[in-house]
């Protein structure tokens, strides 16, 4: 079975450094993209980024980059979310996904099969 | 403000039926295969549909994903009361080269 477990909630001041992670089993870590995700106090799905530990190749959005750094450690299959100073506004929960990505008629295909749990980080003074 | 877009919100009985659209482009559904997620009340997003149409096999024939041209849509019959919660499309955009995400759509079960 496969499984995302992400580490437990933050509560950060600004300025401050983070690493949260995700810790996958069920699967071989190294041979699939895991992405994050945010989500916003009461708003929707943001993609961050997504990362291939077997490489490790990583894709920033425009929006997050520079912003975070995705990095991951295929000797222990987790994959990591990190900040060097954080914001009020990096309020928000995360989330990792593992992406499946195949070729499907002639095109790529990808979607996310699963999904850690969320971890929500608070940043106040 | 998604490049795909959602209802915001869509209502029905139990045991009616109710679809979502999403809207989008030819850089991003036109050219792609979707998804659809369901994310119920504090809880992380769950896959109900990828390659426009498919069903993990936990999910039951009740749902369905449809697209045809820029647009896709999600159908949910019979519809319970633990359906009600929050549904987004997504899918790759390869002219901005990420993934995207539609605003998503409240579902309530009346």
């Known amino acids: 079975e496969v499984q995302l477990v992400q580490s437990g909630a933050e509560v950060k001041k600004p300025g401050e450094s983070l690493r949260i992670s995700c810790k996958a089993s069920g699967y071989s870590f190294a041979n699939y993209w895991i992405g994050w995700v945010r989500q916003m106090p009461g708003k929707g799905l943001e993609w961050m980024g997504i990362i291939y530990p077997g490489d490790p190749d990583t894709r920033y959005s425009p929006s997050f980059q520079g912003q975070v750094t995705i990095s991951a450690d295929k000797a222990i299959a987790t994959a990591y979310l990190q900040w060097s100073s954080l914001k009020a506004s990096d309020s928000a929960i995360y989330y990792c996904?593992?992406?499946?990505?195949?070729?499907?008629?002639?095109?790529?295909?990808?979607?996310?099969?699963?999904w850690g749990q969320g971890t929500l980080v608070t940043v106040s003074s | 403000q998604s490049v795909l877009t959602q209802p915001p919100s869509v209502s029905a009985a139990p045991g009616q039926r109710v679809t979502i659209s999403c809207s989008g482009s030819s850089s991003n559904i036109g050219d792609n295969y979707v998804s659809w997620y369901q994310q119920l009340s504090g809880t992380a997003p769950r896959l109900l549909i990828y390659?426009?149409?498919k069903r993990p096999s936990e999910i039951p024939d009740r749902i369905s994903g449809s697209k045809s041209g820029t647009s896709a849509t999600l159908g949910i019959t019979g519809l319970q009361a633990g359906d009600e919660g929050d549904y987004y499309c997504?899918?790759?955009?390869?002219?901005?080269?990420?993934?995207?995400f539609g605003g998503g759509t409240k579902l309530t079960v009346l």
């Open positions: 996904t593992r992406q499946r990505s195949y070729i499907l008629g002639g095109r790529h295909s990808y979607h996310y099969e699963n």
């Open positions: 997504g899918t790759w955009d390869r002219s901005l080269s990420v993934w995207v």
């Open positions: 390659d426009n149409n």
